[in-house]
């Protein structure tokens, strides 16, 4: 068993004015139990700031920054139900579960996991108030817990596919009401196409923005209203059903503004903003009126669970008083402050740099222009150049730079450097939202000692209604150049990628990607109505390969001359250098 | 130490109990409601209902249906504000909203899913096809915006229609000739080459020739496409491939179907442009079993054939026909071309010309009938004996006046102008009257060539500076002038002919017209460097003339040889002396020079 702070242990009776004895401490040692919660929330801290600023990247989970707000809100509400002083909880539990948290904190500051991190700081705190106040505190203080749980991203971006799903769901009911209204349309995956223009094109691969927003809201009332399990399910269930009708009334009205009024301008821009909040704030009144109908449809719906607080005096004077001696919980543990201080250290050592900015940069790229790439290149001629700017954490990146070429002076072929995306991208995401279906996906790259080093994917699509096929190859690579390694599967991502990640740590090796690294995308689209010959096929790969070559080296040179770490703006020589223009 | 903690009401059930809740719901409604009718029947039977009037009894019996009515509608309306006040009532109340958009959405999406497949299909079909045919109606007078709006609507009905029903091959065969007319018509510099390519792909997939089957209509139209683009390319062996491709696909579709008309005239057509008349006969006569449009055809392949008589006879025939097409529908312009064309093919020229009259007066003044016009009258010229010449310009007169701008007219009077006949006079007179009348740019052109043809410079000068008035970016116009500038007599006007050519190359860059055109302005700048003396200037351009497409002038060589000698260039003049040895020994062999284009001015 731990050691414990214990310098001064004595505890004494407080009578209460119903005469009744309680015991509470008197002279803890509340200093032991400031420092080792220090070190607790210091340990945690890298972690949980890392998984802040991925939480804020993806703009359905900003609404994350309310959680703490609305979690403290509950917390406090359930402390002024307690009725007396409680009791500290089991103590080989709580070591037990703090180990567990320990652990779980290491792994996922070794395998950089947001989610892991999460639940070990949740773990953290469900030990804390139960080692305080066991079972009647934890049973309070439940939904205020419970709500953190929002802000847990779940592993493999299944968020991001299920709001993909769903939007994919939207469109496909927007389909059948535009046809029931009779509106000449084509919805190719998220895209609706209407007579020579296309709506929410920008938008394909973003997902429903609302949805976890909304479950917040839903989640939020039930626990305040202590609503039961069946309940609070219920309402969580319709509110998604809410969502999906609020955004199938945005792409309607879009596409009514658009077709019936010719004003186009609610699919994107400030219109859209305030459309969009227009529909959310059409959703909350559903929730509630919902949560009321669920309560009028419920059994006991003739009387009330809950239990207005006592306008009496409370029996407390202070919230010290609820607690017992702390001197007797882990809280004071020597040990476990040292395990947490190790830790913490081990937090700084890993994640140390990524936490000194607080979002993650925008990269600028000047424009590169059409000479940056050859004119002619493995048979393939040099058609045009574009570049494109969008919002900060736009889906598609906040920038573009795109080369068309006459693919073996056949096909047309798109090349594009995307940036800046945080981690991975999923590329195949946004076409399948276009209409595409994947038919394969492989890893391909240079194969050295059996691994692949620079990994890259190869993705065959169609368009299944015009038999169109798609030839897609990209990559992603971070500032350093590094390539981020593509998730070859759940399996294998979790134990194979990060385990050699874990192993490049311990040695000292930089690693690509993480939680909040900026990384570019170049991406190579061959559309051809017949499938392309293997022969072709091969020459696409290598035309990827050169391609890619001279855009990283693009990207690498204007960094040494970008406004970066010394400041410095980018010289007339370096910029000349790099876009390859005759002096 | 106390447990403390709050105490709550023990909460009964879980989710059995929910379940049960729910389960018996009815049973207990139906309990609960036997009960109350018990005890109401119970009351009535306790109840002491006294004797009334006769009268009060008929009043009541009157008035009692209002009564119970009020008393309805006010229990009904006091019911639901007694129970609104209650905590059930007031959830009810408050979840109403959300009850309504519930059922509202459900309701919506049922009567979404009943929209029947086949009448989307249909609907589909049928705007598709309103839009493709009219964007592609000819004489249709919408702009170029409009009619890619059309495509672009007549290629999203096509494409919804194949997501319906994604076997059906007319739908794809409807949305490739939609997209292959939205690609014609959006005329990108570059890109159409392209976009026609992703047509055909899925045209050629439709109707692969190189297997058995396909799509029919795909086959014909895929053969209808290599016949016009072997109409178009100037390049034999191209056509030779055009043609065979076609005649793959027309195979196709007949050995499928035997007996399919439009194949059999399509293939008959074909075997006319590559001059196989028995074939095309052959062919044209199982079509004419099917549809009596073919005599038309069958006229000029008689007539081809040297069968006056059976060319004359079919040509009837087709008049007959077309005639009685035109009738049906006056507008028709197509038919009433066609008629005109049987009627010359007969020697008819005055019903031909009744005809296009007729036809101008229902269309208000046509280009197409006016250009036909023209075209007739000037045939009508040549079937005059050649000593009639008054005759001759009385026609070729008519023909302008028609026509203002045709081309083939002013050729005869330039033609007339190179003869030394009393006509000469005549044929200038009638040019100076075109020329005060319409100053036809095409009529300056072509006198501009007979002038420097004549070597009449200072005329070809006032002719190519009325063009350029005319089209101030017509880069052969520019180039032609500029070489005319450079070889004014007796001094040349350099300063000018640089300008000129300049900005031709200038527009030309601009424009990013093909290399192969823009030789031709280096080769004139280079001839007039060569001429100033500037050798490596003139050097320089006359590379780039070389380099892009005119390695085989001798003209350009020879300056060049001449550049690379002036500059002490001595390995260069050599290897270009060689090259010019062979040219010269290959034209010698071959007996023939190198092909100018129209492009090209004449070098002094």
């Not at chain 1, 008197?26 to 607790?40: C, K, P, R």
């Not at chain 2, 004359?312 to 008629?339: E, T, V």
């Not at chain 2, 001759?392 to 006949?421: C, H, K, P, W």
Request: with cysteine.
């Amino acid at each position: 068993m731990a050691t414990h702070l214990t310098t001064t242990t004595q505890t004494s009776l407080v009578t209460t004015d119903d005469e009744t004895q309680t015991p509470v401490p008197a002279t803890t040692n509340y200093l032991a139990v400031i420092i080792v919660g220090s070190i607790l929330l210091v340990a945690h801290l890298p972690m949980l700031f890392l998984l802040s600023k991925d939480l804020w990247s993806r703009e359905h989970y900003q609404f994350f920054v309310f959680i703490p707000f609305a979690a403290a809100f509950l917390m406090w509400e359930g402390i002024g139900r307690l009725k007396g002083p409680v009791q500290a909880g089991n103590q080989i539990i709580c070591y037990v579960l703090i180990l567990i948290s320990a652990l779980m904190l290491v792994v996922s500051s070794l395998i950089t996991s947001g989610t892991l991190a999460a639940v070990s700081a949740l773990l953290t705190l469900a030990t804390i108030i139960y080692g305080i106040g066991g079972w009647t505190l934890f049973k309070e203080l439940l939904p205020g817990w419970v709500i953190f749980f929002l802000a847990v991203p779940p592993p493999f971006r299944i968020d991001d596919l299920l709001i993909t799903t769903l939007q994919r769901w939207v469109a496909m009911g927007n389909g059948k009401i535009l046809d029931v209204i009779g509106v000449e349309h084509l919805i190719q995956g998220t895209t609706v196409k209407l007579p020579g223009r296309q709506l929410m094109v920008e938008e394909a691969c973003s997902g429903i923005h609302s949805l976890f927003s909304s479950l917040f809201v839903a989640l939020l009332l039930s626990l305040y209203n202590r609503r039961g399990v069946i309940h609070t399910l219920l309402l969580m269930f319709i509110t998604v059903y809410w969502v999906l009708v609020g955004n199938l009334a945005r792409v309607l009205a879009i596409v009514i503004a658009d077709v019936k009024f010719g004003y186009s301008g609610l699919a994107e821009g400030l219109p859209h903003s305030m459309l969009s909040i227009m529909i959310f704030l059409f959703i909350i009144p559903l929730i509630l009126s919902t949560d009321r109908l669920l309560l009028f449809m419920s059994p006991w719906s003739k009387r009330s669970l809950y239990v207005a607080p006592s306008k009496e005096k409370p029996w407390h004077t202070s919230i010290l008083e609820l607690v017992p001696d702390l001197n007797q919980s882990w809280l004071s543990s020597w040990a476990v402050g040292l395990l947490f201080a190790l830790i913490a250290c081990l937090q700084f050592w890993i994640v140390g740099r990524d936490t000194l900015t607080l979002t993650r940069p925008n990269i600028e790229i000047a424009e590169i222009g059409v000479n940056g790439l050859p004119d002619k290149l493995l048979g393939s001629t040099r058609l045009g150049y574009e570049k494109e700017d969008r919002t900060f954490n736009h889906i598609n990146g906040e920038h573009s730079q795109m080369w068309s070429y006459a693919f073996n002076n056949k096909y047309k072929g798109n090349v594009s450097l995307d940036y800046t995306f945080t981690g991975w991208h999923e590329l195949t995401i946004c076409y399948v939202n276009n209409g595409w279906t994947v038919t394969n996906k492989t890893i391909d790259g240079t194969v050295e000692e059996g691994k692949i080093k620079d990994p890259y994917l190869r993705v065959e699509m169609v368009m299944p209604h015009t038999g169109q096929h798609g030839y897609l190859l990209f990559c992603m690579f971070d500032e350093n150049g590094k390539r981020i390694d593509p998730p070859k599967g759940r399996e294998e991502k979790l134990f194979r990628q990060r385990l050699d990640n874990i192993y490049a740590k311990i040695t000292g090796k930089e690693i690509a990607g993480g939680m909040t690294i900026p990384t570019y995308q170049v991406q190579l689209f061959i559309p051809t109505y017949g499938e392309l010959t293997e022969a072709e096929k091969t020459l696409a790969a290598q035309f990827y390969r050169d391609i890619e070559g001279r855009i990283q080296g693009l990207v690498a040179k204007y960094k040494k001359a970008s406004p970066g770490a010394n400041g410095e703006e980018p010289t007339q020589t370096d910029s000349t250098n790099i876009l390859g223009v005759r002096p | 130490m106390s447990t403390g903690g709050s105490k709550k009401p023990k909460k009964k059930g879980g989710i059995g109990a929910t379940i049960n809740y729910y389960l018996t719901l009815p049973s207990r409604w139906l309990a609960e409601r036997s009960e109350r009718q018990r005890v109401r029947r119970q009351r009535d039977r306790s109840e002491n209902i006294p004797n009334i009037s006769l009268g009060s009894r008929i009043v009541r019996t009157i008035v009692w249906p209002f009564v119970s009515a009020g008393e309805l509608i006010g229990g009904f309306f006091g019911g639901i504000g007694r129970y609104a006040t209650t905590r059930n009532g007031m959830y009810l109340l408050q979840g109403i909203p959300s009850l309504v958009v519930l059922v509202s959405t459900i309701a919506l999406a049922v009567v979404a899913m009943s929209t029947k497949k086949e009448n989307l299909i249909r609907e589909y079909k049928e705007q598709g096809d309103k839009a493709l045919k009219e964007a592609t109606k000819e004489n249709g007078k919408i702009s170029d915006t409009t009619r890619q709006f059309l495509l672009s609507r007549a290629q999203l009905c096509y494409e919804r229609w194949m997501m319906l029903d994604n076997n059906n091959e007319e739908a794809k065969f409807d949305h490739a000739k939609a997209s292959f007319e939205a690609e014609k018509n959006r005329k990108v510099p570059g890109s159409e080459q392209q976009s026609n390519d992703a047509a055909l792909s899925e045209m050629r997939r439709l109707a692969p020739h190189f297997e058995p089957g396909g799509y029919k209509q795909a086959h014909d139209w895929l053969a209808d496409y290599y016949m016009k683009q072997a109409g178009e390319t100037k390049d034999p062996l191209k056509q030779k491939e055009y043609r065979d491709l076609a005649e793959v696909h027309l195979m196709r579709v007949l050995i499928a179907d035997p007996e399919d008309t439009k194949s059999h005239f399509l293939l008959a057509n074909l075997y006319l442009q590559t001059l196989h008349l028995d074939k095309a006969l052959s062919h044209l006569l199982v079509a004419e079993k099917y549809d009596k449009g073919v005599n038309f055809e069958l006229a000029r392949i008689y007539e081809s054939m040297n069968q006056p008589g059976n060319s004359a006879q079919r040509a009837q025939m087709a008049f007959a026909h077309i005639k009685a097409q035109l009738d049906q529908n006056p507008d028709d312009l197509k038919s009433r071309l066609r008629l005109a064309d049987t009627a010359v093919m007969l020697k008819d020229y005055k019903t031909a010309i009744d005809v296009l009259q007729d036809g101008e007066k229902l269309s208000g003044g046509s280009k197409q009938i006016n250009q036909k016009w023209a075209d007739i009258l000037l045939k009508a010229m040549l079937e005059l004996p050649s000593d009639d010449l008054a005759g001759r310009m009385e026609y070729l007169d008519q023909a302008i006046r028609v026509d203002q701008g045709n081309e083939q007219a002013f050729r005869y009077l330039t033609r007339y102008l190179r003869e030394s006949n009393p006509l000469k006079a005549v044929a200038q007179e009638k040019i100076d009257e075109a020329i005060a009348k319409s100053n036809s740019s095409t009529l300056h052109l072509l006198l501009s060539d007979y002038y420097l043809g004549n070597g009449q410079n200072e005329l070809a000068q006032k002719h190519l500076e009325a063009v350029l008035r005319a089209q101030p970016q017509s880069l052969p116009v520019m180039n032609n002038l500029a070489t005319v500038y450079a070889m004014a007599k007796p001094t040349p006007d350099f300063n000018r002919a640089m300008d000129l050519i300049n900005a031709c190359i200038k527009f030309g860059l601009e424009m990013n017209i093909a290399p192969a055109n823009m030789a031709y302005f280096y080769d004139t700048r280079g001839q007039i460097f060569t001429a100033q003396r500037r050798w490596a200037e003139a050097a320089a351009d006359l590379e780039k003339a070389v380099g892009y497409g005119l390695s085989d002038n001798l003209n350009t060589r020879n300056a060049l040889l001449r550049c690379y000698q002036e500059l002490g260039k001595k390995s260069l003049a050599e290897e270009e002396a060689r090259v010019i040895a062979q040219m010269k020994k290959k034209q010698a062999d071959a007996g023939a020079g190198t092909t100018p284009t129209t492009q090209k001015p004449p070098q002094g």
